[in-house]
């Protein structure tokens, strides 16, 4: 029979457990446990559908469906048979024989089952009832095993010890309880180590963090006293140039004062105890030349007395060239002048006449500012230095490279005698073309086009205008001012940047539709 089989394979099962299997955790087998014990004890199969339904791969699940095929098939073997008609008698075979037989070699509780189903009172039961009890008890025995190899605590092992003393699997729940106290010493020894070695990191952590705390302390205290030594040398040096210049100044004030005595004196012993005291002194130059004007003076009113008194202009001549600043040097100038006056001021008018040079008509009036040909000489001055000027203004309108010189030329010389090639020339640069010349500040490189225009020529890679200005793209208006072709593209480009800080906004014309850019000067 399959059902029978099947028990003896569990009953097997029973009893040669695989210890090393891991069963299911020890609160679900609690309940698995008993509602196991409810089917085994159970009369209908209710229970024990039960348990398959919570269970259908449990620690029971074969065992609980050999349970229900017993208890069905005790059901049909107890149930009443339908009524039949009385037939003859048949004889009868006695089946207790055999069901005995049957539950004495059987492995399970089914057959026992059967044989009390059909024999309650039989000459058996009693020992079917014991051998049901029996296989019972292994089936709770080997649950109880299970509980204990699935537990990760003594207890269970213990309890199984304790209640099964003379069970063949007490030496493998005692080995079990034996691994579990191992296991737990090895986690509590693997905790402990873990334990020490979060101590030991902390402990490193906190060495770590004192030495931090006590180098940047140290760092702090290092760096305080080199800002006390700085501040305390500042102070010393404060100190020594406040008294160098209190030093300074005493000195210049006593320098002052020698001097004020050596400048007041008409003697040279005061300015000789100047030298005397400040060699180098601000004013020595002055003592000297005071100690040489003092010691001069006899020797001045001697020479003065004789070109005074003199009737030549040799004795005055000789003054002057020793004393041309010399207290008399006027009066001997005009001394000499009144001697030679009149030979002097017709051989100096005549130079003036003669001479295409304002030189000799200066002296002539530095000598005779008020001689009978001083009007006409001033006349020939003013004369002569328009004609100069007009042919510098010309030269600088000749050799200008814009029109603004030539404009200037026509300004003050409308009459000159330049005026038609000053005006021809500035047309030439109103109309003429220029070189290219670079605008570095904006990165553009222009010219003045045979149109009078500012066209340009290229633009550099790394200014602002790369990518919004192009060579052959003409500027028509600088800061919403057109272009004046009198000035360079350059002297428009640079003025703009110069009075709008560095600002250009631009109009450019490109096609149909003027393009507008503001462009920003380089630094």
């Given at each position: 029979?399959?059902?029978?089989?099947?028990?003896?394979?569990?009953?097997?099962?029973?009893?040669?457990?695989?210890?090393?299997?891991?069963?299911?955790?020890?609160?679900?087998?609690?309940i698995e446990r008993a509602t196991w014990q409810a089917c085994a004890?159970?009369?209908?199969?209710?229970?024990?559908?039960?348990?398959?339904?919570?269970?259908?791969?449990?620690?029971?699940?074969?065992?609980?469906?050999?349970?229900?095929?017993?208890?069905?098939?005790?059901?049909?073997?107890?149930?009443?048979?339908?009524?039949?008609?009385?037939?003859?008698?048949?004889?009868?075979?006695?089946?207790?024989?055999?069901?005995?037989?049957?539950?004495?070699?059987?492995?399970?509780?089914?057959?026992?089952?059967?044989?009390?189903?059909?024999?309650?009172?039989?000459?058996?039961?009693?020992?079917?009832?014991?051998?049901?009890?029996?296989?019972?008890?292994?089936?709770?025995?080997?649950?109880?095993?299970?509980?204990?190899?699935?537990?990760?605590?003594?207890?269970?092992?213990?309890?199984?010890?304790?209640?099964?003393?003379?069970?063949?699997?007490?030496?493998?729940?005692?080995?079990?309880?034996?691994?579990?106290?191992?296991?737990?010493?090895?986690?509590?020894?693997?905790?402990?180590?873990?334990?020490?070695?979060?101590?030991?990191?902390?402990?490193?952590?906190?060495?770590?963090?004192?030495?931090?705390?006590?180098?940047?302390?140290?760092?702090?205290?290092?760096?305080?006293?080199?800002?006390?030594?700085?501040?305390?040398?500042?102070?010393?040096?404060?100190?020594?140039?406040?008294?160098?210049?209190?030093?300074?100044?005493?000195?210049?004030?006593?320098?002052?004062?020698?001097?004020?005595?050596?400048?007041?004196?008409?003697?040279?012993?005061?300015?000789?105890?100047?030298?005397?005291?400040?060699?180098?002194?601000?004013?020595?130059?002055?003592?000297?030349?005071?100690?040489?004007?003092?010691?001069?003076?006899?020797?001045?009113?001697?020479?003065?007395?004789?070109?005074?008194?003199?009737?030549?202009?040799?004795?005055?001549?000789?003054?002057?060239?020793?004393?041309?600043?010399?207290?008399?040097?006027?009066?001997?100038?005009?001394?000499?002048?009144?001697?030679?006056?009149?030979?002097?001021?017709?051989?100096?008018?005549?130079?003036c006449q003669t001479s295409d040079t304002v030189l000799p008509c200066?002296?002539?009036?530095?000598?005779?500012?008020?001689?009978?040909?001083?009007?006409?000489?001033?006349?020939?001055?003013?004369?002569?230095?328009?004609?100069?000027?007009?042919?510098?203004?010309?030269?600088?309108?000749?050799?200008?490279?814009?029109?603004?010189?030539?404009?200037?030329?026509?300004?003050?010389?409308?009459?000159?005698?330049?005026?038609?090639?000053?005006?021809?020339?500035?047309?030439?640069?109103?109309?003429?073309?220029?070189?290219?010349?670079?605008?570095?500040?904006?990165?553009?490189?222009?010219?003045?086009?045979?149109?009078?225009?500012?066209?340009?020529?290229?633009?550099?890679?790394n200014s602002s205008a790369m990518g919004y200005v192009f060579g052959?793209?003409?500027?028509?208006?600088?800061?919403?001012?057109?272009?004046?072709?009198?000035?360079?593209?350059?002297?428009?480009?640079?003025?703009?940047?110069?009075?709008?800080?560095?600002?250009?906004?631009?109009?450019?014309?490109?096609?149909?539709?003027?393009?507008?850019?503001?462009?920003?000067?380089?630094?």
């Amino acid at each position: 029979m399959v059902g029978t089989a099947a028990q003896a394979q569990n009953l097997d099962a029973f009893k040669k457990p695989n210890i090393e299997k891991a069963p299911a955790a020890p609160a679900a087998v609690d309940i698995e446990r008993a509602t196991w014990q409810a089917c085994a004890t159970a009369r209908t199969t209710g229970p024990c559908d039960a348990y398959l339904r919570n269970y259908p791969r449990g620690s029971y699940a074969s065992i609980a469906q050999s349970r229900i095929e017993d208890i069905r098939r005790a059901q049909q073997t107890v149930a009443p048979a339908p009524a039949r008609p009385q037939l003859a008698p048949v004889p009868v075979v006695d089946r207790e024989p055999k069901l005995r037989a049957s539950c004495e070699a059987s492995l399970t509780v089914a057959l026992c089952t059967n044989y009390l189903a059909a024999f309650p009172s039989g000459p058996f039961a009693d020992q079917a009832r014991s051998k049901i009890a029996s296989l019972n008890t292994a089936a709770l025995e080997q649950a109880a095993f299970v509980q204990c190899q699935a537990s990760t605590s003594p207890g269970f092992c213990e309890a199984f010890v304790a209640t099964y003393p003379n069970s063949n699997l007490v030496a493998a729940a005692k080995a079990q309880t034996a691994v579990i106290v191992l296991q737990a010493a090895q986690r509590a020894a693997a905790e402990k180590e873990q334990a020490a070695k979060r101590e030991v990191a902390a402990k490193a952590e906190a060495e770590r963090r004192a030495a931090i705390d006590k180098d940047q302390a140290a760092q702090r205290d290092a760096a305080a006293k080199a800002e006390a030594i700085r501040r305390d040398a500042a102070e010393k040096e404060l100190a020594a140039q406040r008294e160098a210049t209190a030093r300074a100044q005493a000195s210049a004030e006593q320098d002052r004062r020698a001097f004020a005595a050596c400048d007041a004196a008409t003697n040279i012993a005061p300015c000789e105890a100047y030298l005397a005291s400040f060699p180098t002194g601000a004013s020595s130059a002055a003592a000297r030349l005071k100690i040489s004007t003092i010691a001069a003076t006899e020797s001045e009113k001697s020479a003065a007395a004789a070109c005074l008194n003199g009737t030549t202009a040799t004795s005055c001549e000789k003054y002057l060239a020793i004393y041309p600043a010399g207290s008399s040097a006027a009066a001997a100038r005009s001394r000499i002048m009144a001697l030679n006056a009149a030979d002097q001021e017709c051989s100096a008018w005549a130079q003036c006449q003669t001479s295409d040079t304002v030189l000799p008509c200066e002296k002539y009036l530095a000598s005779f500012p008020a001689g009978a040909s001083a009007q006409a000489a001033r006349g020939l001055i003013a004369k002569i230095n328009s004609a100069e000027l007009e042919k510098t203004a010309w030269a600088q309108c000749e050799t200008g490279k814009t029109v603004f010189p030539c404009e200037k030329y026509l300004a003050s010389f409308p009459a000159g005698r330049f005026t038609e090639p000053a005006r021809t020339k500035i047309k030439v640069f109103e109309t003429a073309e220029t070189e290219p010349e670079a605008v570095a500040a904006l990165g553009l490189v222009v010219r003045r086009n045979s149109k009078s225009q500012m066209e340009v020529v290229s633009v550099q890679g790394n200014s602002s205008a790369m990518g919004y200005v192009f060579g052959g793209d003409i500027i028509s208006s600088i800061n919403d001012k057109p272009y004046n072709p009198r000035e360079t593209p350059r002297a428009s480009l640079e003025a703009a940047i110069a009075a709008d800080n560095g600002r250009v906004e631009v109009l450019i014309m490109r096609g149909a539709a003027p393009v507008s850019k503001v462009l920003r000067a380089r630094r």
